[in-house]
């Protein structure tokens, strides 16, 4: 039947989703070590499913440089340098500066803050940055990844750029997995982590790009130190 044919289609890709999302929070969680190998059959069995939805979670999570596929072995997660984390932190902030040059020219399409729409929409974006902050003083890395994720991704949504925005959550997820290994190695996190996310919101809302720009080349130059730190011991 065409309809049974459909259903199965969207079945395996939303299986295929939520196994690619399960294998990413535990390589951000650390329970998948940089450079641990492991085939699709492993995975298969793990998670109780056929062999073809785990492939193309893994395709998917090679695609964005998570993983790395060997023809021969099967996928190992990828390592990252230092340098590597260098080279993601000049990205972001090229794309985050054309956000911000965008602001200032006012060609930022969601420009009207009364708008109850896009008023909503910075209030949300507001409420995880106010997450990330609790999670950052807490010195709670997972929660704090998954709420700077999303405010970045909510936050770069607002500038109507939908490729704009997934460049720079695919680069930003590159980053967290660059440095996890490294950040969950101090027994207290607390300091250690930025929390500048509602300070930003309040920044860009006033369109002072000049604070806001200040604001993130500290943070950067602040996390490169901590990162060369950590790798150095």
Not at 41 to 55: F, W
Not at 96 to 125: C, K, S
Not at 134 to 141: K, S, V
Request: negative net charge.
């Amino acid at each position: 039947m065409p309809g049974s044919t459909g259903n199965g289609a969207v079945t395996r890709s939303t299986l295929r989703q939520q196994i690619a999302d399960a294998l990413r929070d535990e390589v951000l969680g650390g329970r998948l070590q940089p450079g641990q190998e492991f085939t699709v059959k492993e995975i298969a069995d793990q998670y109780g499913v056929s062999a073809t939805p785990v492939r193309e979670a893994l395709v998917d999570l090679s695609a964005q440089g998570l993983l790395e596929a060997d023809q021969h072995r099967g996928f190992r997660v990828h390592e990252y340098s230092v340098d590597d984390f260098r080279g993601m932190i000049e990205a972001r902030s090229l794309i985050i500066e054309g956000m911000f040059l965008a602001l200032d020219e006012g060609r930022q399409r969601h420009h009207n803050y009364e708008d109850p729409r896009t008023a909503a929409a910075i209030a949300g974006v507001r409420r995880r940055g106010d997450e990330a902050q609790r999670a950052a003083a807490a010195g709670d890395l997972t929660v704090l990844i998954g709420y700077d994720l999303r405010f970045w991704r909510e936050l770069s949504s607002l500038f109507g750029n939908p490729y704009l925005a997934d460049f720079l959550h695919r680069l930003r997820l590159q980053s967290w997995v660059c440095t996890v290994q490294q950040l969950r190695r101090p027994t207290d996190l607390r300091g250690h982590l930025w929390s500048g996310h509602t300070e930003l919101v309040d920044a860009l809302y006033d369109r002072d790009t000049a604070t806001a720009r200040a604001m993130l080349a500290a943070y950067n130059e602040d996390s490169i130190a901590l990162i060369e730190r950590l790798a150095a011991e």
